[in-house]
């Protein structure tokens, strides 16, 4: 079959638009978690007509397809196999318009999110959503993974900035719905069914983004708490205070903390570890003189209720973009560890960690865990490295870290999304009717389970609840 | 079949919880748009367990249901015939839990608007969602619906608020997914098939709402301009001075004025009737003084540029109010008349009422056209009054409206929905894959078509696309 569906495709997108063997080989991941590529082959359409002309091919020989952005994802949201088809997205990379009274961003899917930034960024205005993968991370990745990041606490997730896009089914059927109005109830708001559902239901091609004001004020401050009632008192006063214009509410553990200020050496740390919280709170707004004061006269209530031991507040970009530097320094922390994304009540994350600390050590003595998140979100990050990890080690600190959110009702991912490596625990966060409706959407929209197969859902498997269909 | 059904439902519900005959009849309605009740019977559950049981029970016989939430809509969402069983959520109305730290309102469907924004009030809170109906609208409604008001410049719609929900689908099915969390990718995010599809994939039963912080700040400014232009121009003035706290942004045509303030007297009106364009704009914050001071520097610079005519700014709550009031005095407007609800871009709304007004007096010299609406949210409406209006006149007024829209690549429901009265006009704004897609859901959800039926879709006309089911 490979032979045939390889030169299928190359009728459809010319032979210099994929690759075989070594070209598959070579693929390069700007991410660490992937190793080689394995896949049939790599195929690069440039337009959304070509996408659905290679679905169209696929679908009927019921190949497998999975959909590449920039493979930044953390769930193995792109594994892929010797017999699957990667679709990259990469050379669909144009902005088509920005339209600066409508306040909207129209690209193709293939484009980074730092161009989607600039771009705005030069058209005077401001795209919503951030995180470190920026330079990689493409929109229709980002779209179809519904993408957190540091900003949710006031634009949301991509789900709540995406105006509208464009799908394209497994049977190759171009789905438009490149709504750009901030109100449209004309039927079913049918983007909803791509954004979020991580390339099993449909390709994202095309995208519509919301626009917001660029900020030209920005506060930034980095508390030390000793307490996790202190930590969230401050997020309530924060949010009390700056509603408006809060736009990020970080929390790091002090295990984090040490591990980042490493590289800088303590000393030069703008805050000394050693504290068992450390908090980022930032603002964003469009005037210097009032947004500052509203800051300023934040922190002062903060001190006055003494409810940070120690504290630095940003006096310049630079100072800010250190501060930032810490949280941002993951890889020290998540390289080799086991990573996880959950969320819960924001007031329970102090006593859920403490649990899962406490379990993970009595069983892995030696593990180190450690917790860091958007606690403005109700969205936590723990970090397990054990020595000489296994697979069935990992399994274990799976169980204990799930089965300990089980009791406080949370959500298996809060922003990295399922892909492969959370299919088995998604019953914590779901219901089996839940899982069947999924399960019965893929299969109504995928019946051949090509798209992305083996991700959120598993269309082989007997219907979960009885009303299955 | 009718007695085997009541008797059916009486045994679910108990007698008391079900009316026929007179008791159908009798049904109130709080909105002027319906005539009498039409149906086999009312029913009225107490709980999510019993509307699974009358869904199941229903589905079973193939019967109809509609259900009710409090049947305000404007698009003939809550039809019905003789033949239709009527399932109104009114008694299901309790506000289950406010979590003030985690900032979420739980209740049932039935609570009304007014109710659930009096306990977010009550609890320091803010409930998001705001319109005209806000004494009878319910929140299983608003949300299958989609909702919109004067506030989505800032809140956005509905969908934005909604955290979680649970429904039940025709066959029975409880679908619980009553997340309460701002990031949570476990899965597809089915809470999105239910809001804005009007209740014909499923009856929401219980929501999650996200609250906001109250505000203590009021800015309200009541503007005249001369020309569109000039709105526009204040519209985007409004947004880069005061992103963060702009909460509302309305545009009345001086028909709209004049009707409205004529109860008032002319002379006792804030601002003298006679100008091309009235515009509301305020601001809610948390900081009575920088909030105050940031919006009359706004108005400064609108003044400096000359972009309004004549204007007052409120000076009291009772000032704010009584602009509010000139905006919520639609009765003398859409008041017999044939009323829309359509999205465009902005910046071309002006053109475009101008269009459908000369369109419209050269078939119709008497009629009367007024325009007003959510400029922030590209959103007019417009309502047409004819004397002696027959139905094939009706049918005329919308062709000329609709026809004008799509040249404007507009949307026929900004948010209204589409109910009955709408789905003929559905393909100006969507495609044929996209109604065929939405019609697909439909069957896959409901294949008897019971739910709602007739609205929104109609899955029993033939595929529309060339790929449908």
Same mark, same amino acid.
């Given at each position: 079959?490979?032979?045939?569906?390889?030169?299928?495709?190359?009728?459809?997108?010319?032979?210099?638009?994929?690759?075989?063997? %070594?070209?598959?080989?070579?693929?390069?991941?700007?991410?660490?978690?992937?190793?080689?590529?394995? #896949?049939?082959?790599?195929?690069?359409?440039?337009?959304?007509?070509?996408?659905?002309?290679?679905?169209?091919?696929?679908?009927?020989?019921?190949?497998?397809?999975?959909?590449?952005?920039?493979?930044?994802?953390?769930?193995?949201?792109?594994?892929?196999? !010797?017999?699957?088809?990667?679709?990259? $997205?990469?050379?669909?990379?144009?902005?088509?318009?920005?339209?600066?009274?409508?306040?909207?961003?129209?690209?193709?899917?293939?484009?980074?999110?730092?161009?989607?930034?600039? %771009?705005?960024?030069? @058209?005077?205005?401001?795209?919503?959503?951030?995180?470190?993968?920026?330079?990689?991370?493409?929109?229709?990745?980002?779209?179809?993974? +519904?993408?957190?990041?540091?900003?949710?606490?006031?634009?949301?997730?991509?789900? +709540?900035?995406?105006?509208?896009?464009?799908?394209? $089914? /497994?049977?190759?059927?171009?789905?438009?719905?490149?709504?750009?109005?901030?109100? +449209?109830?004309?039927?079913?708001? $049918?983007?909803?069914?791509?954004?979020?559902?991580?390339?099993?239901?449909?390709?994202?091609?095309?995208?519509?983004?919301?626009?917001?004001?660029? #900020?030209?004020?920005?506060?930034?401050?980095?508390? /030390?708490?000793?307490?996790?009632?202190?930590?969230?008192?401050? &997020?309530?006063?924060?949010?009390?205070?700056?509603?408006?214009?809060?736009? %990020?509410?970080?929390?790091?553990?002090?295990?984090?903390?040490?591990?980042?200020? =490493?590289?800088?050496?303590? &000393?030069? !740390?703008?805050?000394?570890?050693? !504290?068992?919280?450390?908090?980022?709170?930032?603002?964003?707004?469009?005037?210097?003189?009032?947004?500052?004061? @509203?800051?300023?006269?934040?922190?002062?209530?903060?001190?006055?209720?003494?409810?940070?031991?120690?504290?630095?507040?940003?006096?310049?970009?630079?100072?800010?973009?250190?501060?930032?530097?810490?949280?941002?320094?993951?890889?020290?922390?998540?390289?080799? /560890?086991?990573?996880?994304?959950?969320?819960?009540?924001?007031?329970?994350?102090?006593?859920?960690?403490?649990?899962?600390?406490?379990?993970?050590? =009595?069983?892995?003595?030696?593990?180190?865990?450690?917790?860091?998140?958007?606690?403005?979100? +109700?969205?936590?990050?723990?970090?397990?490295?054990?020595?000489?990890?296994?697979?069935?080690?990992? &399994?274990?600190?799976?169980?204990?870290?799930?089965?300990?959110?089980?009791?406080?009702?949370? %959500?298996?991912?809060?922003?990295?999304?399922?892909?492969?490596?959370?299919?088995?625990?998604?019953?914590?966060?779901?219901?089996? /009717?839940?899982?069947?409706?999924?399960?019965?959407?893929?299969?109504?929209?995928?019946?051949?389970?090509?798209?992305?197969?083996?991700?959120?859902?598993?269309?082989?498997?007997?219907?979960?609840?009885?009303?299955?269909?």
């Amino acid at each position: 079959m490979t032979d045939d569906i390889v030169s299928k495709l190359e009728d459809v997108v010319g032979a210099r638009q994929i690759n075989t063997g %070594a070209g598959v080989r070579d693929f390069e991941f700007p991410w660490s978690t992937h190793q080689a590529c394995l #896949a049939r082959a790599v195929v690069y359409p440039q337009s959304t007509a070509e996408v659905a002309e290679i679905l169209r091919v696929c679908n009927a020989a019921g190949q497998s397809v999975v959909p590449f952005g920039g493979a930044t994802n953390l769930v193995q949201g792109c594994a892929t196999t !010797a017999d699957d088809i990667v679709l990259s $997205l990469r050379k669909m990379n144009q902005i088509e318009e920005i339209d600066s009274g409508g306040r909207t961003l129209t690209a193709q899917a293939g484009v980074t999110m730092r161009h989607a930034q600039m %771009a705005a960024d030069d @058209a005077g205005l401001f795209f919503p959503v951030d995180f470190g993968a920026r330079d990689h991370c493409q929109l229709g990745g980002i779209v179809s993974t +519904n993408a957190g990041g540091n900003k949710v606490i006031r634009y949301g997730m991509t789900r +709540n900035s995406v105006l509208g896009l464009e799908a394209v $089914l /497994a049977d190759g059927t171009i789905i438009s719905s490149m709504n750009r109005y901030l109100k +449209n109830n004309s039927g079913f708001d $049918l983007k909803q069914l791509f954004v979020g559902s991580e390339g099993v239901l449909g390709i994202i091609t095309r995208v519509v983004f919301r626009l917001g004001t660029k #900020a030209t004020s920005h506060n930034t401050a980095l508390l /030390a708490c000793e307490s996790f009632d202190d930590v969230v008192a401050v &997020l309530g006063c924060a949010r009390d205070a700056i509603p408006n214009t809060l736009t %990020a509410f970080e929390v790091m553990w002090n295990e984090f903390y040490e591990l980042a200020v =490493e590289p800088l050496g303590r &000393l030069a !740390a703008p805050v000394q570890p050693g !504290a068992n919280y450390y908090v980022i709170i930032e603002s964003m707004g469009v005037d210097e003189e009032r947004d500052s004061s @509203a800051f300023h006269a934040l922190m002062e209530s903060l001190a006055e209720r003494q409810l940070f031991s120690d504290g630095t507040m940003a006096k310049s970009g630079r100072e800010s973009e250190q501060i930032w530097q810490i949280r941002d320094e993951v890889e020290p922390v998540i390289g080799g /560890a086991i990573n996880f994304d959950v969320s819960l009540k924001s007031a329970d994350i102090g006593d859920y960690v403490s649990r899962v600390d406490a379990a993970i050590h =009595e069983r892995f003595p030696d593990a180190r865990v450690v917790g860091f998140g958007h606690l403005g979100d +109700n969205n936590v990050h723990i970090s397990v490295a054990i020595k000489d990890s296994e697979e069935q080690q990992a &399994l274990g600190v799976e169980e204990i870290v799930y089965n300990c959110l089980a009791a406080f009702d949370g %959500a298996v991912s809060a922003e990295h999304g399922i892909g492969l490596a959370k299919r088995k625990w998604l019953p914590i966060s779901r219901t089996a /009717a839940e899982i069947d409706l999924m399960t019965r959407l893929k299969r109504m929209l995928d019946p051949k389970n090509i798209l992305n197969p083996g991700k959120v859902v598993s269309p082989d498997s007997k219907p979960e609840s009885p009303n299955g269909a």
